[in-house]
């Protein structure tokens, strides 16, 4: 027998919560989808301690699906309605300083591997490459860490949905937070919305040096930085004081955009960082009424480029809708289903084939 909608709902009714009533009558479950066998819905709670408390109740709610004649698949998100309460920063740590002098490059205790999403141009999609893949890694199992070092400009809290900031427990370390099982941290975390940073080169350099060093990452298997565009001080230091297993350079098939795309190329083969190779973003766009194929920013040039150089191409991401959508409702698409999630899952699974995360 299929599962229904209404049978899901009734599985739900069962699960009742800590402080009375159910799933149902207490109206927290949002945008439910059955889809042939497969399940998705969200349980949203009144805000993010509430939500924290609750996850044996998902767990619960997950089983209980699971459970139902006709279900394959489910997927069961917590989400909080209003913002967490943002705790600042424990005293006397500080982020932004100039650097600190260093051997030779050193990766933080305990990662693994350190991979840098870059781009030549802004705005081809690099920070939802970086936000995707790093998804894609967790669903596969990885222990996956993400660094915004876009200073300037950071949009790993928005793509990835935190609106909390990174706690210092003891004053001097950074505990990253914790999205979609990535461990994340950015900038963006320790300021409001809408200030700006105004530093100058070395201040940049010494807030990427802390973000890497005076963080809690724990163990990872990768951790994932998200450049800022172009060819800065945030990229030089990375790449001189670190050990990365190397450097991604996204971009669009657009000319404009290749030409930027370049630059990034010559200036990891400068600084001698492994260049593991290109992916073609708003590659093509397929028009969900019709089907019609379009190539908006054109197609292939990336792949093409690749060829020229000799590096590998490591796949075309469409040009959807929901991919924007998914990033501004800080649920990055790679947690679904559909084909982006796949073409981000077959990425994941070339780069953990090829040893590289
Ligand atoms: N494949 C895609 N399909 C649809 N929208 C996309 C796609 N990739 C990125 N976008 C959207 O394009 C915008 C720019 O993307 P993003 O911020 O990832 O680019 P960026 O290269 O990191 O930019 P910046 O230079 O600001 O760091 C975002 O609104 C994002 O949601």
């Known amino acids: ?7 899901v ?17 207490r109206d927290m479950v949002r945008a439910l989808n059955v889809e042939g066998g497969t399940v998705r819905f969200v349980i949203e709670a009144a805000n993010a301690g509430q939500a924290a408390a609750l996850e044996p109740v998902r767990a619960a709610a997950q089983s209980a699906v699971e459970a139902l004649e006709g279900v394959v698949a489910v997927s069961v998100v917590l989400t909080a309605h209003g913002p967490a309460p943002r705790t600042a920063p424990a005293k006397g740590l500080k982020i932004g300083q100039h650097p600190t002098p260093q051997k030779g490059p050193e990766n933080p205790a305990g990662i693994d591997r350190i991979l840098a999403v870059a781009s030549g141009k802004g705005g081809v999609g690099k920070s939802t490459v970086a936000s995707n ?24 809290p928005r793509m990835m949905g935190v609106t909390r900031r990174a706690a210092s427990p003891d004053g001097k370390r950074l505990d990253p937070v914790i ?38 990452w724990g163990e990872l298997d990768v951790l994932i930085v998200d450049l800022p565009p172009g060819t800065g001080d945030i990229q030089l230091t990375l790449c001189q004081r670190t050990h990365l297993t190397g450097a991604i350079v996204v971009s669009t098939p657009q000319d404009v955009a290749l030409l ?16 593991l190779g290109l992916i073609e973003n708003m590659s093509t766009y397929v028009c969900p009424n019709c089907g019609h194929e379009a190539h908006i920013f054109g197609h292939g040039g990336v792949a093409a480029e690749a ?9 075309a991401l469409p040009l959807a809708l929901e991919v924007r959508r998914a990033g501004d409702a800080g649920r990055p698409v790679a ?13 994941a699974t070339r780069l953990v084939g090829g040893g590289m995360a």
């Open 260 to 275: 930027d795309a370049r630059k990034a190329i010559d200036m990891f083969d400068k600084l001698k960082t492994p260049l």
């Open 9 to 25: 709902l009734a599985a739900l009714r069962r699960i009742n919560l800590p402080d009375g009533g159910d799933l149902v009558s």
């Open 133 to 156: 893949l790093a998804v894609a890694l967790a669903r596969q199992g990885r222990r996956v860490g993400l660094l915004d070092a876009d200073i300037y400009g950071p949009s790993q």
């Open 307 to 315: 060829e020229k150089l000799g590096v590998p191409f490591l796949g």
């Open 1 to 7: 027998m299929p599962v229904t909608r209404d049978s």
């Open 335 to 347: 947690l679904d289903e559909g084909p982006v999630a796949v073409a981000y899952d077959q990425l």
């Open 179 to 216: 999205a979609h099982g990535v461990k994340m941290i950015s900038i963006g975390l320790m300021m409001d919305e809408g200030q700006a940073v105004i530093w100058r080169g070395p201040m940049l350099m010494g807030a990427l040096q802390q973000l890497l060093g005076q963080v809690n």
